[in-house]
């Protein structure tokens, strides 16, 4: 199958186009600038911003792809929960009018799949694990609406054309915000991540490598309009995942913030973000896309990677 990816240069973008062209698929690898990067000889590289609707409408009328993978982003390293929807706008537009360009295309020159990201912890936060039948958040706060927004857009726009959406749990791996270089282990390691209240939210995470399974298996889903949480197996409340992120990682225990001192430092977001959110279940993708996690949880899935970089050096 002929497959064009956006986002290809991203931490997602990579490992799926590495996956995906080892499986045999001729890939159309797109970013919004270029980057000669050492590729196998079935992926072609190219500049394409996906912003741009006669772009988008000329490289898909000149490559002819047969699926095409939305995932480009213009996430930030470090978020400001106070200014999420400012922050995110470049990502809400990708989104919203990115997926519309692709979208198009797609329809005018035959494209028969279409695979786009989305979030599984967007939804309504509470002490829940949620199933895709299960609403995004529907009232969200302020910072964040503009961001929830975009996303029920995109997601609207992939259902009516057939596509499929893959709600991805809080990505980790490398070139994440969990990478031994990211904004978070970073902030772990200065001891600037606190359990917010009792830390009840609950994180679903995903390694990078899962979410490039996960696409594979999409790819060879019949047509039709459908969406998957692509999580692992196991939410972690954030008062027992991050004490443990942050041993491995030889910091100091977390501190503790009550809500409303937070709420003061990060906003209604952030708290949700730290407090409340809900974690979200594979069953569907396990199911349906016959899909499993390689690394079913958080700590196995970071204690692997070390021991990698370990035998690297050694």
């Known amino acids: 199958m002929r497959v064009m990816v956006t986002g290809a240069t991203g931490a997602l973008g990579q490992p799926l186009v590495g996956l995906l062209a080892a499986s045999g698929h001729e ?12 590729v196998p000889a079935n992926v072609t590289q190219a500049a394409v911003d996906v912003l741009d609707a006669a772009a988008v409408d000329r490289f898909v009328a000149r490559q ?22 400012q922050q ?41 694990i949620r199933a895709e039948t299960d609403p995004l958040w529907p ?6 609406a503009p961001v929830a927004d975009a996303l029920k857009d995109m997601e609207r726009q992939v259902a009516d054309a057939g596509g499929i959406v893959l709600r991805l749990g809080h990505i980790y791996g490398p070139g994440t915000i969990y990478a031994p270089d990211g904004s978070m ?14 830390g009840a939210a609950r994180y679903s995470f995903v390694h990078v490598d899962d979410v490039a399974s996960a696409v594979l298996a999409a790819l060879d889903l019949p047509a039709g ?10 939410p972690l409340y954030l008062r027992d995942w991050l004490p443990w992120f942050a ?38 993708a396990r199911e349906v896309l016959d899909w499993r996690p390689h690394y079913p949880s958080l700590r196995e899935g970071i204690t692997a990677e070390r021991r990698h970089r370990t035998r690297e050096v050694a």
């Open 88 to 128: 995110f706008a470049t990502t809400n537009r990708l989104r919203t009018e990115g997926t519309r360009n692709l979208l198009a295309a797609a329809e005018t020159y035959g494209v028969h799949k279409f695979v786009a990201q989305g979030l599984a912890y967007a939804y309504e936060p509470g002490d829940a």
């Open 27 to 38: 890939m159309l690898a797109v970013s919004r600038e270029f980057h000669d990067l050492a």
């Open 225 to 234: 309009a459908e969406v998957f949480n692509v999580v692992d197996d196991h």
């Open 185 to 198: 282990t970073t902030m772990v390691q200065a001891g600037k991540v606190p359990i917010v209240g009792g």
């Open 247 to 284: 041993d491995t990682l030889g910091a100091k225990a977390p501190k503790r913030f009550p809500v409303g001192l937070a709420k003061l430092a990060v906003g209604p977001f952030g708290v949700a973000f730290m407090n409340e959110l809900a974690g979200a279940s594979n069953a569907r």
């Open 64 to 85: 002819r792809p047969d699926a095409i993978v939305h995932f480009a982003t213009a996430i930030p390293a470090q978020i400001n929960p106070k200014k999420i929807g």
């Open 139 to 144: 009232a969200p706060p302020k910072a964040y």
